[in-house]
């Protein structure tokens, strides 16, 4: 009688879990998407965007998240290499740690398409699509230098310390800056790109240092919460904020003055790159270009118009 | 009056009370940006959250259980006050609007119902509570993702906004929340004979179960208070932040725990108290600023924030030794 029930409610279980399954598309076969975490809008936007566009050109697309954990992706990989995908669209949980995986892949005869974050060693994928951080923090740091100034007390909230794209944004960043003596870095300080503890880091970093002209944040969920911290502390407009990302909020704010630039990366550009790549490596064109960086463009008030939705507008 | 004296150092509050001060002392002469009454309301401001969380862990901790689900059932109810106050609900062709009362009920309804699932798993399906917390701790993340898409939700109502930045009478109101919470809790834990049965199952379950008390009630009431609580938690967070987060409160669940051990309070149930947790939340508080305000680099401050969880454990470990 209880074997009987519990069998019945497994059952129940297991039909209703088909209910959640991930819509599939036309039939040129499976591909699958990987992201290093979907807890972040940046990267619910890449992932879906490139499964949509994967679907779009006739294949099926699930969604794997890795929760920022190199190990969970290993898992991800081992499923996907042992159930007949054709294809992996690949955004790496790290430079290093995810070499193993995608080479693995490439090894079984999988390409592997990498999305924004790079992969260490270039033949582990057949083409690395990446968001030029360094890059986009330089043109950031210029225009940080044009309005806040050569001569400024300043503080920087880093994202999570052991992740090379804070690096290479803080990097970018201080390239510019650290050109001009007249701008002091009172503190630095790190905030995990979460928005919460970014708040609660700026309303101390301002008690330390009542004199602040700026804050560079290492993402837009940081600026937008360092902005929050400058709005209830009464400062709003007297320290400018600087994002990175190009997320909706973030994009707005600086519409309405409350951040002072961000940066738009374009997630929808390298995923839809990647799914047509993949594509086309699948109908037989092998010789690809390995590295293709997609630039990332400074948004700053007089050019906002034209960003919005992950992407420029026109 | 001499035993009156010794009586008062022999609490167990007394420790951890000692290291807050010795620390506060510190600070001072560290940073003279420390003693400011506009960074003593942020340092407050910035405990509540967790305040709030860590008396709910106390309770659940005195019963000799532990809930590692209150991140992501904070995240949970903020989501669905923020939703539901911004864009309703559609049930079948019917669209009902909520006002900002409704929004609070309705977060903290979904943070008793999780609540009260962790107690059911544990009471009623024998579940240890480190496994049924950690499933429901996951199941709650998925439904946050689920129902916000993973997008935050953002631009809520001005009282909203006011419960979060606002202030009453001088002080700030999430300030007045969490101490609202701590006197009730406090007193209820003291005086009630509930709270005293809270210390007794964690004391000796089975002792208790056998001079009648009805452990099972009391123990799921303990695991829906800590959901309310969250939920309470995760209304503060999203008003602070005039927006909801998919990704609130993770690693929460670990400030509450240190709140709660570095308060005095047994890991093993029957032996704590709510005034301990709230030191205890306190110091973490106040190293998290101080942390900040001497800008020590990040590596650094958890480095020390391990070694001060440890410290304060060992203190109190040979300081009541006959009690272990």
């Known amino acids: 009688m209880k074997l009987k029930s519990v069998f019945i409610s497994v059952l129940c279980v297991l039909t209703a879990l088909t209910g959640c399954r991930q819509d599939g598309g036309g039939s040129k076969g499976r591909v699958a998407v990987v992201i290093s975490t979907l807890n972040n809008p940046w990267f619910v936007v890449l992932g879906e965007s490139a499964a949509q566009y994967a679907r779009e050109l006739g294949y099926e697309a699930v969604l794997f998240d890795s929760q920022n954990n190199p190990s969970k992706e290993a898992e991800h990989f081992d499923n996907i290499l042992s159930s007949g995908y054709k294809a992996i669209l690949f955004n790496p949980t790290d430079a290093d740690g995810s070499t193993v995986n995608a080479k693995a892949a490439m090894a079984k005869g999988v390409p592997v398409f990498c999305m924004d974050r790079e992969i260490n060693e270039p033949g582990a994928a057949v083409t690395q699509i990446l968001s030029d951080n360094y890059s986009g923090c330089i043109a950031l740091g210029e225009y940080f230098v044009e309005t806040v100034g050569r001569e400024a007390n300043y503080v920087e909230i880093l994202g999570l310390v052991g992740d090379n794209n804070t690096w290479a944004r803080s990097r970018g960043f201080h390239s510019v800056v650290d050109c001009f003596e007249g701008l002091h870095m009172l503190a630095q300080q790190n905030a995990d790109f979460d928005q919460n503890k970014a708040m ?10 009542p004199d602040i002209q ?3 944040c290492g993402n837009d969920a940081m600026a937008m919460g360092a902005s929050q911290a400058i709005l209830a502390a009464g400062k709003s407009g007297r320290i400018k904020v600087f994002g990175f990302d190009g997320s909706d909020d973030a994009v707005g704010a600086v519409r309405d003055g409350r951040l002072a630039a961000t940066a738009m990366q374009f997630p929808k550009t390298m995923a839809r790159t990647a799914a047509q790549f993949a594509d086309r490596y699948l109908s037989g064109e092998h010789d690809l270009p390995r590295k293709i960086p997609v630039a990332v463009e400074l948004v700053n008030p007089e050019n906002v118009s034209h960003f919005g939705n992950f992407g420029r507008r026109d | 009056m001499n035993g009156k004296i010794r009586s008062f150092f022999a609490k167990p509050v007394v420790k951890p009370l000692a290291a807050l001060l010795l620390m506060a002392v510190a600070m001072t002469f560290l940073s003279d940006k420390f003693a400011t009454a506009d960074n003593i309301f942020n340092v407050l401001r910035q405990v509540s959250v967790n305040l709030c969380i860590s008396v709910g862990m106390t309770m659940v901790i005195l019963t000799g259980g532990i809930d590692l689900s209150v991140g992501s059932i904070l995240a949970l109810s903020g989501a669905v006050a923020a939703g539901l106050t911004r864009n309703g609900l559609a049930v079948g062709g019917v669209f009902v609007g909520f006002t900002f009362w409704g929004g609070i009920l309705a977060a903290l309804l979904t943070g008793a119902i999780l609540g009260a699932f962790n107690g059911l798993m544990v009471t009623r399906f024998k579940v240890p509570p480190f496994v049924a917390t950690l499933g429901m701790m996951t199941i709650a993340r998925g439904l946050t993702m689920l129902y916000t898409g993973g997008f935050p939700i953002t631009g809520l109502s001005n009282a909203f906004r006011f419960l979060g930045t606002g202030w009453f009478l001088g002080v700030p109101m999430p300030v007045w929340v969490a101490a609202v919470i701590i006197l009730f809790f406090a007193f209820y834990m003291k005086k009630t004979p509930t709270g005293r049965y809270i210390y007794a199952i964690g004391g000796n379950q089975r002792a208790s179960l056998l001079s009648g008390i009805r452990v099972d009630r009391i123990i799921l009431l303990v695991y829906t208070l800590a959901g309310v609580l969250s939920a309470v938690a995760g209304l503060l967070v999203t008003a602070r932040l005039d927006s909801a987060q998919p990704n609130a ?68 470990k040979f300081s009541s030794k006959n009690q272990y």
Request: proline letters at 1%.
């Open chain 2, 249 to 316: 409160g993770a690693g929460y669940e670990l400030d509450a725990i240190a709140a709660v051990v570095i308060g005095g309070t047994s890991l093993s149930g029957g032996r704590g108290s709510i005034a301990g947790t709230v030191v205890g939340a306190l110091i973490i508080g106040i190293l998290n600023n101080g942390l900040v305000l001497l800008d020590v680099s990040p590596f650094w401050q958890q480095v020390i924030k391990g070694f001060v969880i440890l410290g304060a454990v060992i203190i109190d």
């Open chain 1, 200 to 209: 609660e880091v700026m309303e101390t970093m301002m008690q330390a240092n």
């Open chain 1, 214 to 216: 700026a804050v560079f």
